[in-house]
């Protein structure tokens, strides 16, 4: 019932989440932020179980932010990202598991952008587009077919933007807006909400 | 599967194993300058299709400033409830300040979390004024300014993010984050949701229990910036009443509490009963005027048309 995106260009990562927060078939709340900041340049992306989303991102917040004053640089994305799914494998199997699905996004210096696609089984897996939620069905082959690996800021937003119509023209549950969030080499960027035409 | 799947009741409190008291408090934050916070909910609790107890009470006082309202299985909350208030006692003699409303909620999700997937069954909403001391130590009989003050400044999280335990300690060293010395305390109203699956939100307008459906569909139709408080008292009794008429599990009488900077004050306990009665005899007033003015224009017209 959530949705989250990710689309890599050649120097930044774009993202997107939606906005509800619903306990069975009442939303609770519209403008939940679904995207957690790890670092200046590390988001982590959460959906699946109530409380575990929270938590566990969290969790994993703190923890970066642990690493940051214990050592005094801060973990890369590919680390951050192995850290997380380490953890989500080691809950796997005890009698409390996590069910969350994730996107790690994040801007490396060498290696630049990056995008990480987590899932509640501990997979792990570096894409150049991903998106979690029953609204992946709909709007994956639209990646496939419009993606390219050189895209633009602009086309990047373009694309996304075809996604989330796409998900407005077809999927059964209206979700009213999405927050994006851009990362390059200059840090995190907080963008224009996205509302599609014809939701309230 | 799909359609089955998503608009399953999953977290339904219709479950008859347990005591439910299965209310629907609920309570909003007003915009307007004045600020305040209502919370409201109906008395009954019922067991197995019984009504247990017709008079009990579902909004408990955690400390002066800060009200919660419990759904779910009635002992759980009781017990939960006085666990918050002894926590916040000690960050207060602790720290010599109250914890804000943020901080408590993220307190009881964080002590409710390791009980996930077991049978407990917590909904609560914190309803809360944050940020008293500051005001009377800073501003002494500024009452308006301190009502008029809007609280968009950020508070810095209190609580740590603790991983999976079996037992839920109570933290007992909860740093404090202070931004170059000064903290940053969001002041004013607040409400936040908390829920024994984890889950914590914050809002303006929450609604829980089993008859929250009924008590959403009256609040956002008359919800809007700008009420005043009777407006709001008033608001929220219908969507008590609208949701105990309609629900099972809901009913007899309602409480409605009403948070302010200087601390939460109880309103009367009402009985809907009386309530229905009242609203069936403007109905039928409203009949019978109709009915005259309908019969008065009739008149008008035939004796307009002499025969």
């Known amino acids: 019932m959530e949705y989250l995106i990710g689309i890599q260009g050649q120097d930044f990562v774009l993202v997107a989440a939606d906005n509800v927060a619903a306990h069975s078939i009442v939303k609770m709340k519209q403008d939940q932020d679904k995207v957690f900041k790890l670092s200046d340049k590390i988001l982590l992306l959460c ?25 005094g640089y801060e973990l890369s994305p590919t680390a951050a990202a192995n850290f997380t799914r380490k953890n989500l494998a080691d809950y796997l199997r005890s009698r409390t598991p996590y069910h969350v699905n994730l996107l790690l996004a994040g ?9 990480y696609y987590m899932d509640h089984l501990s997979a792990l897996a570096k894409a150049p587009f991903a998106a979690h939620g029953h609204g992946a069905y709909l709007t994956l082959s639209i990646l496939d077919r419009y993606y390219r690996p050189d895209l633009t800021r602009d086309e990047a937003m373009d694309l996304l933007k075809k996604c989330i119509e796409e998900l407005n023209h077809r999927f059964i549950l209206n979700l009213p807006s999405f927050s994006v969030r851009l990362i390059d080499k200059d840090g995190t960027h907080d963008l224009e909400k996205l509302i599609p035409v014809g939701a309230k | 599967m799909a359609l089955q799947d998503l608009c399953g009741f999953k977290d339904s409190f219709l479950n008859s194993r347990w005591n439910l008291p299965a209310s629907h408090p609920v309570e909003y934050l007003s915009e307007s300058p004045i600020q305040f916070v209502i919370a409201a909910a109906d008395t009954r609790s019922s067991c197995n299709g019984l009504v247990a107890c017709p008079a009990s009470q579902k909004i408990l006082p955690v400390h002066s400033h800060l009200v919660g309202t419990t759904s779910g299985t009635s002992a759980d909350c009781a017990l939960w409830k006085r666990i ?7 960050y207060q003699l602790r720290h010599g300040r109250r914890l804000s409303t943020a901080g408590a909620a993220k307190l009881l999700a964080h002590m409710l979390h390791p009980f996930k997937g077991t049978e407990l069954c917590v909904a609560a909403t914190l309803c809360g004024w944050d940020g ?11 009452e308006t300014d301190d009502l008029a003050k809007t609280s968009e400044s950020d508070s810095i999280s209190q609580a740590e993010a603790r991983g999976r335990n079996p037992c839920p300690s109570p933290a007992m060293s909860r740093q404090h984050c202070s931004a170059g010395g000064k ?3 969001r002041s004013g109203p607040s409400l936040y949701y908390v829920c024994s699956d984890g889950t914590r939100l914050q809002g303006a307008l929450f609604s829980v229990g089993s008859g929250s459906p009924y008590a959403y569909s009256v609040l956002d139709g008359g919800v809007r910036w700008g009420l005043t408080v009777e407006e709001a008292i008033s608001l929220a009794r219908e969507a008590v009443y609208r949701a105990t008429h309609r629900d099972a599990y809901s009913g007899n009488c309602v409480d409605v509490y009403h948070i302010t900077s ?16 009242r609203e069936k005899e403007r109905e039928r007033g409203k009949v019978k005027e109709r009915r005259e003015k309908q019969e008065g224009v009739e008149d008008g017209q035939s004796s307009g048309r002499k025969k």
Do not use: C
């Open chain 2, 262 to 277: 200087h601390g939460w004050t109880r309103r009367d306990r009402e009985e809907l009963r009386e309530e229905y009665y």
């Open chain 2, 183 to 185: 903290q940053l305390v």
């Open chain 1, 47 to 71: 959906v699946g179980e109530a409380g575990d989303t929270v938590q566990f991102a969290e969790y994993i917040q703190k923890n970066i932010q642990l690493y940051k004053m214990r050592n």
């Open chain 2, 132 to 142: 008293g001391e500051q005001e009377n130590i800073s501003k002494m009989g500024n």
């Open chain 1, 107 to 115: 801007f490396d210096e060498t290696d630049g952008p990056g995008l």
């Open chain 2, 84 to 90: 918050l208030s002894r926590e916040l006692r000690l």
